[in-house]
């Protein structure tokens, strides 16, 4: 299945995908300030009073997968009876994996406890004992169960009637197919890709923006060379270089590859810092941890924090959940194109459970390393984090370790084939919601791919040379992400619908 759709260009949607890049990227150069406050200000105002729903719309969605999973359509296999998987268990993982998470996951694995731990939340005491076991767990609730559930959804929404009924488009108007009369092609689902379009090209240009950092300083410790834009922008160059070079060799012979190195690569590291860190430390927090969010699963879901208003709810809570509602329909696309001849029960068992694993392992490991530095008193991590920057210190976490030159080296690899593979499979959704027609087994024109490749680096380097707009651009992805709520319904509508009509009774 490695055919390619040639001189099938779509020239309405590949325009649209253009001039949004534009129109992101123009307003930060022309008026940063004013664009800055008018976002920042919508963001706050969308997360104090709607942030509710998306709590709702988590509880919603991850119900809804487990109905599917355990009723009579779980067997239900995403394409022909006889079919079986494109891609093997472990690489199938690897791929859904890279593409859902990528360096992001580095970048919050190794900080995130810091900013609980000064601001905990549930009113606790900074730095009480209480506030350290939950630091050591919130992120695992945040990057767990739902935010796979979030991804989860667009991807059996499409890739059910992509490969069932056969429909030719790769894109996230397929999800919602019982809404459009008039098919992908309407108004109505033109505009549903172009909102997929923005949240896409906004949130992918967030993560180049947090990860290049991270990457550059990492660069700079083994190099002994300056950290300063000019480094960034080299950083971002080599990442594009990488991920275009992928896109253009295609998804088994470039992404996958990449993928399947990448597993290794980042479980040698995991392993590693467990290996010569503080082991029992990090497993005893990891299993309190794990404990701590399964014991107030329910309570975390619906906590709104309505006395005390700390913001603590909105601003990580919501900000995660209105995240992941994002960039669920990307990774759904991507996720609908490796799952050939999965049955919906094992798409869904291997999104919530192998995802939510592999993210907790780097959360219980990195994390936990990164805070009995603190605890212990031998890196003064928020310290550098307040005063520095969160880059610095996460270098400066893997340069304690033992060999700490070959542990940054392998971080710094990990992390950029981590960029990459996001960045590849990013450029492939946008390559196929900009061709007219995708069948199954067929991928995107391969230069359709490289370019979509190279201009989702633009945004990007737009973000480090203006201050304050990654930002700017990360509360405007929230703001846009409003509406894929009520697409939420719409793919779950859709999708129960197509099941009773194919499968009754």
């Known amino acids: 299945m490695n055919n390619t759709a040639n001189n099938n260009l779509d020239r309405p949607a590949f325009v649209a995908t253009v001039l949004t890049i534009a129109v992101l990227v123009v307003p930060m150069w022309l008026a940063p300030e004013q664009a800055g406050q008018v976002v920042r200000h919508a963001y706050d105002t969308i997360t104090a009073n709607l942030g509710f729903l998306y709590q709702w719309y988590g509880i919603a969605v991850l119900g809804f997968l487990l109905y599917l999973a355990f009723s009579r359509y779980g067997h239900v296999r995403l394409g022909p009876e006889e079919s079986r998987p494109e891609f093997s268990t472990l690489s199938w993982v690897a791929m859904l994996f890279s593409a859902g998470i990528g360096a992001g996951l580095l970048y919050w694995a190794v900080i995130e406890w810091g900013y609980y731990i000064d601001s905990p939340p549930f009113g606790l005491e900074p730095r009480s004992p209480e506030a350290v076991e939950w630091a050591a767990s919130y992120g695992l609730f945040h990057w767990g169960v739902n935010a796979w559930a979030f991804y989860c959804l667009p991807a059996l929404a499409i890739a059910y009637p992509f490969y069932v009924r056969k429909v030719p488009y790769l894109r996230l108007s397929t999800g919602c197919m019982h809404y459009l009369p008039g098919g992908v092609t309407s108004r109505r689902g033109r505009v549903i890709d172009f909102l997929y379009m923005v949240n896409l090209i906004g949130g992918t240009g967030t993560s180049l923006g947090l990860s290049s950092p991270m990457i550059a300083a990492s660069f700079a410790e083994l190099a002994g060379v300056t950290h300063d834009f000019a480094l960034e922008v080299m950083i971002v160059i080599f990442c594009i270089g990488i991920f275009g070079t992928s896109a253009y060799l295609g998804l088994e012979k470039g992404f996958k590859k990449l993928a399947d190195l990448n597993l290794w690569l980042a479980l040698t590291l995991l392993f590693f810092v467990l290996a010569v860190g503080p082991s029992l430390f990090i497993l005893k927090m990891g299993t309190n941890g794990v404990g701590l969010v399964f014991d107030n699963l329910f309570r975390l879901l619906t906590w709104t924090d309505p006395v005390s208003n700390t913001r603590f709810v909105e601003d990580w809570t919501i900000f995660y959940w209105a995240w992941w509602v994002a960039y669920g329909p990307f990774v759904g696309i991507f996720v609908t194109r490796i799952s050939y001849g999965r049955t919906i029960r094992e798409v869904i068992g291997g999104m919530l459970l192998f995802g939510s694993l592999g ?34 210190a996460i270098t400066a976490v893997f340069s ?18 981590f960029l990459a593979t996001t960045y590849d499979s990013a450029s492939f959704t946008l390559a196929s919601v900009s061709t007219k027609e995708l069948h199954a087994g067929e991928n995107p024109a391969r230069w359709l791919r490289v370019f979509w490749a190279c201009s989702l680096g633009i945004l990007p ?23 894929l709520l009520f697409v939420g319904y719409m793919m779950a509508r859709s999708l129960i619908v197509q099941l009773k009509e194919d499968h009754p009774g």
Do not use: C
Request: proline residues 4%.
């Open 461 to 483: 380097i737009t973000l480090m040379f203006v201050d304050g707009g990654i930002k700017v651009v990360l509360s405007t992805t929230i703001v846009v992400s409003v509406p």
């Open 400 to 417: 304690s370790l033992p060999l700490g030159t070959l542990a940054v080296a392998a971080f710094f690899v990990v992390a950029v084939v």
């Open 359 to 392: 993210a907790w392992l780097f959360f219980i490991v990195f994390g936990n390393y990164a805070m009995h530095l603190e605890l212990s008193e031998l890196l003064p991590v928020t310290t550098i984090v307040s005063e520095q920057s969160a880059a610095t």
